[in-house]
């Protein structure tokens, strides 16, 4: 068996060996369950799994190192929960993961060393939270991501230091956050940038330097800002 959907259903807990045997299973999908706030020991024997869908399933924390050893897992969908805190090192262990998509729940801030260890990930998918705090070197270490997806949250500035690290983002989407200033030479690193969204800001000011050195850049959206 490649695929198991368990989706919609009341399952609120799995036992250790639940999926053992499932040695070729490479899509598991969990959505719309009553609450995995527990994943330890969950996935055990599921080596071939490249897919794990966990949307919509009222969980509100993941704990640190909640995936240790699962570096085979590409995809890992964990968007409409509940979610508010992400502890240090709670993606730790999942080295060969892409896609990552948190969107629609309820983040407020992000901690350094939230991604920690997600060496692969292109795709960082944050949309829909209520995130205002990043802290310093939350991304630090994702040299293959290319696409970051911020869109309404309540971010109010930009600086070098939130975006350092992003050599290979070619496309940042913020729009529709409470963005009102972004420093100089922000994007000065970013010189794979391929398209900025900024719409829906409450930016007042651009000056000859807030884009300069983006050689690379094709689409740049500004509209409904100040």
Do not use: A, C, H, Q
Request: aromatic residues 10%.
């Amino acid at each position: 068996m490649n695929e198991l959907d368990l989706s919609m259903n009341e399952i609120r807990i799995f036992k250790k060996r639940t999926f053992l045997r499932l040695d070729n299973l490479k899509k598991l999908d969990l959505s719309s369950n009553l609450g995995l706030n527990s994943l330890n020991d969950m996935f055990f024997g599921l080596n071939s799994l490249s897919e794990l869908y966990l949307s919509d399933n009222k969980m509100v924390i993941i704990k640190k190192r909640s995936f240790l050893g699962k570096d085979f897992i590409k995809k890992i969908d964990l968007s409409l929960n509940l979610i508010e805190s992400i502890e240090e090192e709670g993606f730790y262990g999942l080295n060969g993961l892409n896609e990552l998509d948190l969107s629609l729940n309820e983040i407020t801030n992000l901690k350094r060393r939230t991604f920690s260890g997600l060496d692969n990930l292109k795709k960082l998918d944050l949309s829909s939270n209520n995130i205002e705090s990043i802290e310093e070197e939350v991304f630090y270490g994702l040299n293959n991501l290319n696409e970051l997806n911020l869109i309404s949250n309540l971010k109010k500035n930009l600086s070098g230091k939130f975006l350092n690290g992003f050599v290979n983002v070619s496309e940042l989407k913020l729009g529709n956050n409470k963005i009102s200033f972004i420093e100089d030479l922000s994007f000065i690193y970013l010189k794979n940038l391929v398209r900025i969204e900024l719409n829906n800001n409450l930016l007042i000011k651009i000056t000859d330097f807030t884009f300069s050195y983006l050689n690379n850049l094709e689409y740049l959206d500004l509209k409904n800002n100040k």
